[in-house]
């Protein structure tokens, strides 16, 4: 992806987030980005396969923050996992309103339906914490691996809520504690336990 399509996808983002899909034109975003339409559509046939690469490369994006944290042998396992709930948080919040957007524009995009896009993100975004929770724990929490995921997310999920709506700025340092004692008490909760929930509750 060379600059000048990066810079694409960054302005529309912008102006989705600002004004919406829906009233966002592709003149708009020329405008905005100080290129001619002929330059726009040397990368991007159409509004709509804009939108989808700009989902697909903030997906990338964050699955690739994801690896390096992986790959970062200085940090402990739970330092990897307060990292991945980090960039969990940081998505959620620049997304918000372009996700948003989309699931009232769209009911399909590429012939893809906007629900089935939406389930193979979320899909990413939770599975970035499966590798960290076994490092912490061990092997003998993959019985029940996706209840603790599903804890953590709910968990993100509300804090982000909660601070948007009280308009302040989240305190991430809080949340991961927080996060990490609730995991803490489900792991032994669960240990003797039959498992409820599995991957696919977050495909639905």
Not at 3 to 16: D, G, S, T
């Amino acid at each position: 992806m060379d600059i000048k399509q990066e810079l694409i996808m960054n302005v529309a983002q912008k102006c989705f987030n600002s004004y919406g899909v829906k009233y966002t034109s592709i003149d708009d975003i020329v405008k905005e980005c100080k290129i001619s339409k002929s330059t726009f559509y040397k990368y991007f046939s159409t509004k709509e396969n804009l939108v989808e690469e700009i989902l697909r490369y903030s997906s990338d994006k964050f699955l690739s923050k994801s690896r390096l944290i992986d790959e970062d042998i200085q940090k402990t396992p739970k330092e990897k996992l307060k990292s991945k709930i980090n960039i969990v948080l940081e998505y959620l919040e620049s997304n918000r309103y372009f996700n948003l957007y989309i699931l009232g524009s769209f009911s399909a995009i590429n012939g893809k339906p906007v629900e089935e896009i939406k389930n193979i993100i979320k899909s990413k975004l939770v599975k970035v914490y499966y590798d960290s929770l076994i490092e912490i724990y061990g092997e003998e929490i993959k019985p029940f691996i996706w209840e603790l995921i599903f804890v953590i997310d709910s968990i993100t999920h509300e804090f982000n809520l909660i601070y948007r709506l009280n308009k302040k700025e989240l305190d991430k340092d809080y949340i991961f504690d927080f996060t990490l004692k609730q995991i803490d008490l489900n792991v032994e909760n669960l240990k003797n336990n039959k498992c409820t929930i599995k991957e696919n509750i977050f495909l639905q």
